[in-house]
């Protein structure tokens, strides 16, 4: 499996504050996803990265922001969380956009 | 949008016995995964494939580009099978493009 570490695993933040999950990865994989698993709604695609400091939606991006300054770590932000976006996050890499791809154990998000 | 259906979703089997999951694709089938998630929540990669069969010990894979589908074989299965298998297609990321998930097929082996 692809080294894809994800921190923090577990947080609990009130309604209305800033909230960043990282995910960092030792393969020097060029792409980069960040994911949510809601019951009901399988796995979405929130925001993915291409390259450094190249980042664009995917199909949940409201609410969420994205940094990608170096190519191990991709960062996601809720610049102020709401009650629906507690969820389970998970991190995602691959070598390009039409190869396999690793996901990290993921972080379970509860805003309260 | 592209629709990816699995079935059966809620699967129930006895130890040792054998399954046959299923993922049918609306549109072309580009880059085919089976994830398997463990009741701790990690996804775990089962097989990359495009298209062809593949085995790994009790697991095997299938799919047919052509006709749009994968299946996943289980074969003698184990309390340890237990848990929700997802197919995904991983296509090129454009605007339109995303990787698609299906909803899953949700199994429990029973002892």
């Known amino acids: 499996d692809a080294g894809i570490t994800q921190s923090p695993r577990h947080k609990v933040t009130e309604t209305g504050t800033p909230v960043t999950l990282r995910c960092h990865q030792t393969e020097n994989h060029r792409y980069m996803y960040w994911y949510r698993q809601d019951p009901g709604h399988g796995l979405r695609l929130i925001h993915y990265s291409y390259g450094v400091k190249d980042t664009d939606k995917g199909e949940v991006s409201d609410g969420y922001s994205v940094s990608r300054s170096k190519t191990e770590d991709f960062l996601l932000t809720l610049e102020s969380a709401t009650s629906s976006q507690t969820s389970v996050y998970f991190c995602?890499?691959?070598?390009?956009?039409?190869?396999?791809?690793?996901f990290g154990q993921g972080t379970r998000l509860t805003v309260v | 949008g592209i629709q990816v259906e699995q079935s059966p979703p809620d699967l129930i089997l006895q130890e040792g016995a054998n399954s046959t999951l299923r993922c049918n694709f609306s549109?072309?089938?580009?880059?085919l995964q089976w994830f398997h998630q463990n009741p701790w929540g990690q996804l775990i990669n089962l097989f990359y494939?495009?298209?062809g069969t593949k085995q790994n010990g009790r697991l095997s894979a299938t799919t047919v580009a052509t006709e749009r589908y994968s299946l996943l074989y289980i074969s003698s299965s184990q309390t340890t099978d237990s848990g929700v298998y997802f197919c995904?297609?991983?296509?090129?990321?454009?605007?339109?493009?995303?990787?698609?998930f299906g909803k899953g097929t949700r199994l429990h082996i029973l002892p």
């Open positions: 549109d072309s089938v580009n880059n």
């Open positions: 995602a890499t691959s070598v390009d956009s039409r190869t396999e791809a690793f």
């Open positions: 995904a297609d991983l296509k090129a990321l454009n605007r339109d493009d995303k990787i698609i």
């Open positions: 494939i495009p298209s």
